[in-house]
């Protein structure tokens, strides 16, 4: 059995703090330095860090507290890509998204002065004994994903193998490097398997469903080989969701459509939402379980989009109807999102967030005695 994630565990990121957020904006405005902004970013961090370990989190993040996406900040620090700022953003259900994206600018590369090293490092000194620091960065395909804005043809001529590959080196070496900083605990944030599983089950040819398909496989293999050869003693899991920007979503469908693929990603352990119906049933973990018997899946059964709590009861009847299809033992328990995938944050005050978080260890230790 995987050894983490951990039987409750979070996905990463939380509301961001009034006094970080206004120092982000004087920092845009001019008012206050780069070096002031740190300092600020820093001492929230700090704070953060001590209320996880004493709501009694065994992981710790950051809270992406130093990002405005919880994507666009680790993808335009990596050598070859470029900051883009475009019109309309992304179309969510009811709200649209900023127009922050990138831009493939030029051959794709690893960035030995990637600000996020510095912030692991950071973390990693303020992370409590008995604890351990978790690193969230956006997967490979937030990048690849063949958004005609992501990408600028003329740098790789059309050689997808070639592209493909400089991203694997880009993040074998990045998290090489977290691993050489002390980083035992890394999550990959994947939305683009529940993108693929939405228009999957929308496509109107065999042309539409092959070409996602294609997309999807490209996924897998590139997943597969960063996580080829990853130390023994450094876990790697995975986070879908189907899209979390003030409260609002971007897709909906089950995993049925995209199991058989999803499943063969060889990370420790899957964060899968499934707070509501869009998520669909818990059919599709016996193909995870199938493949991985080791691997522990976290059910994201609990929403981080708004603050009505979740009835304890109702919530272990799901997890052991989840128990029907995957064992007990492989099981945990989270949020089906962070609580700020964008610094503006979801719909919820910071109190209400850490009565979620309380929310799901209590349930935890009723249903696993080791948690």
């Known amino acids: 059995m995987s050894k983490l994630p951990f039987r409750y565990d979070i996905v990463g990121s939380f509301l961001r703090p009034a006094v970080l957020l206004k120092a982000r904006e004087d920092f845009r405005n001019g008012k206050i330095d780069e070096q002031k902004l740190q300092v600020i970013e820093r001492e929230e961090i700090k704070k953060l860090v001590d209320k996880e370990a004493k709501a009694g989190l065994k992981a710790v993040t950051d809270g992406e507290f130093t990002r405005s996406w919880f994507a666009e900040d680790w993808i335009v620090g990596l050598n070859g890509m470029e900051k883009l700022q475009l019109e309309h953003g992304i179309k969510f259900h009811s709200v649209e998204t900023t127009g922050e994206y990138h831009t493939v600018a030029g051959k794709i590369g690893y960035n030995p002065d990637h600000p996020f090293f510095a912030l692991f490092e950071f973390l990693k000194s303020v992370t409590p004994e008995g604890h351990i620091p978790k690193v969230t960065i956006p997967a490979p395909a937030l990048i690849f994903n063949y958004n005609p804005f992501a990408f600028t043809p003329d740098v790789y001529k ?23 900083l002390g980083c035992r605990y890394l999550q990959l944030d994947d939305t683009m398997w529940t993108y693929f599983a939405y228009f999957l089950k929308n496509a109107r040819t065999d042309l539409e469903k092959s070409t996602i398909l294609q997309v999807a496989k490209d996924d897998l293999y590139i997943l597969n080989k960063i996580l080829e050869g990853k130390p023994s003693d450094l876990w790697i899991s995975m986070h879908s969701c189907r899209g979390n920007y003030k409260s609002d979503y971007a897709f909906e469908g089950a995993y049925d459509s995209i199991i058989d693929t999803l499943s063969k990603v060889n990370v420790d352990g899957l964060f899968l939402e499934y707070d509501d119906e869009r998520s669909g049933g818990f059919e599709p973990l016996a193909k995870i379980h ?32 989840a128990a029907k299809y995957i064992p007990l033992e492989n099981l945990g328990l989270s949020t089906q999102c962070g609580f700020a995938s964008c610094e503006e944050g979801n719909i919820l005050t910071e109190e209400e967030q850490w009565a979620k978080v309380d929310l799901v260890i209590r349930i935890a230790k009723r249903v696993w005695g080791d948690a």
Not at 167 to 179: C, E
Not at 294 to 302: E, K, Q, S, Y
Not at 304 to 311: N, R, T
């Open 158 to 180: 059309g050689n997808k193998e070639e592209y493909l590959n400089d991203l694997v080196d880009a993040y074998k070496k990045s998290i090489s490097r977290f691993y050489d």
């Open 290 to 321: 199938a493949e991985s018997p080791t691997r522990r899946v976290i059910l994201g059964l609990i929403t981080s989009k708004f603050a009505k709590l979740e009835s304890e009861d109702e919530v272990i009847a799901r997890i052991h109807e």
